[in-house]
C-alpha cells in the first residue's frame, strides 16, 4: 500500500465549517496528489504537491487549499465546506525514476457535509 | 489539457467469457497509461500499465493494447471470475507537471457466475 495513510477515514460536517485532511506517507516520495472522486466523474485531481511547499492546482481546486510542510505530510482544507464538496477523497503519491509516473493511492477519506 | 474519455460505463459479462474496455485520449504528448481496478469501498489499485514505445502488454489474464495513431487504448480481461467485478479506471499521463494523470470515468463490470 506504498504506506500511504488518510486522517480521518471519515467524517461528517456541516456546510460552512472548515475541515482538513491528512495524508502522510512513509516513504520520502516527492510527489504527493490530492483527487476527489464522485460517481460519473472519475478521479479528478484537486492539487498536487513536488515538493516541501511546491504546489500546485488540479482541474478542480475551487474551494480547496492544500498545504506541504514536511515531505511526508500533504493536507488538504475546505475553507468553508459546502454541500457540493461531499465526497471521498484519495490522497495519491508517485514514485520517481522508471516507473515516475505510476500513482499509488490511499484508503480514502469519506466527507459528508450536511 | 488532456481528456479521457471511457466507454462502456457499464458492462455485464458471463463468467468465462471476455470483457474489453476501450478509452480514448486527446493528448498526443501523453505517453503512460495506466488502468486501475477500484473495488467496493476500496482503494484504485494498478493492475497493469502500458507506455507509448510499446503497442501491447500481458500480464496472465489481463491485457493492454495502445494505438498512438488513432490515441486509444484498451483493456481485455479473459476468461473473466466474479472476483473481476468491480470498478475499472483508464488514465493518461504525459509525464510532466508532477506526472499529472487524468482518470476516464470509469467502467463498472460485473462478471455472472
Known amino acids: 500500500d506504498a504506506g500511504i495513510t488518510q486522517s480521518p477515514r471519515h467524517k461528517v460536517t456541516e456546510t460552512g465549517t472548515p475541515v482538513t485532511l491528512r495524508c502522510h506517507q512513509t516513504e520520502n516520495h516527492r510527489y504527493m496528489y490530492w483527487y476527489r472522486q464522485d460517481p460519473g466523474h472519475g478521479l479528478r485531481l484537486i492539487h498536487y504537491?513536488?515538493?516541501?511547499?511546491?504546489?500546485d492546482k488540479g482541474e478542480v481546486s475551487d474551494g480547496y487549499s492544500v498545504s506541504r510542510s514536511k515531505t511526508e505530510d500533504f493536507l488538504l482544507t475546505l475553507e468553508s465546506a459546502t454541500s457540493s464538496q461531499t465526497s471521498v477523497y484519495f490522497c495519491?503519491?508517485?514514485?520517481?525514476?522508471?516507473?515516475?509516473?505510476?500513482?499509488?493511492f490511499g484508503p480514502g477519506t469519506r466527507l459528508l457535509v450536511l | 489539457g488532456e481528456n479521457v474519455e471511457q466507454h462502456p460505463s457499464t458492462l455485464s459479462v458471463q463468467e468465462g467469457d471476455s470483457a474489453v474496455i476501450k478509452c480514448t485520449y486527446s493528448?498526443?504528448?501523453?505517453?503512460?497509461f495506466p488502468w486501475y481496478k477500484q473495488e467496493l469501498g476500496k482503494r484504485p489499485q494498478l493492475i497493469i500499465d502500458?507506455?507509448?514505445?510499446?503497442g501491447e502488454k500481458k500480464d496472465q489474464r489481463i491485457a493492454v493494447t495502445l494505438n498512438k495513431t488513432a490515441k486509444h487504448f484498451s483493456l481485455h480481461i479473459t476468461e473473466t471470475q466474479p472476483e473481476d467485478s468491480a470498478v475499472y479506471f483508464c488514465a493518461a499521463s504525459d509525464g510532466t507537471g508532477g506526472f499529472k494523470t487524468i482518470f476516464g470515468a470509469g467502467t463498472r463490470l460485473f462478471v455472472k457466475a
Open positions: 493528448d498526443s504528448a501523453s505517453n503512460y
Open positions: 502500458i507506455r507509448s514505445n510499446v
Open positions: 495519491a503519491i508517485s514514485e520517481e525514476g522508471k516507473s515516475g509516473e505510476t500513482q499509488y
Open positions: 504537491s513536488y515538493g516541501v511547499k511546491d504546489t
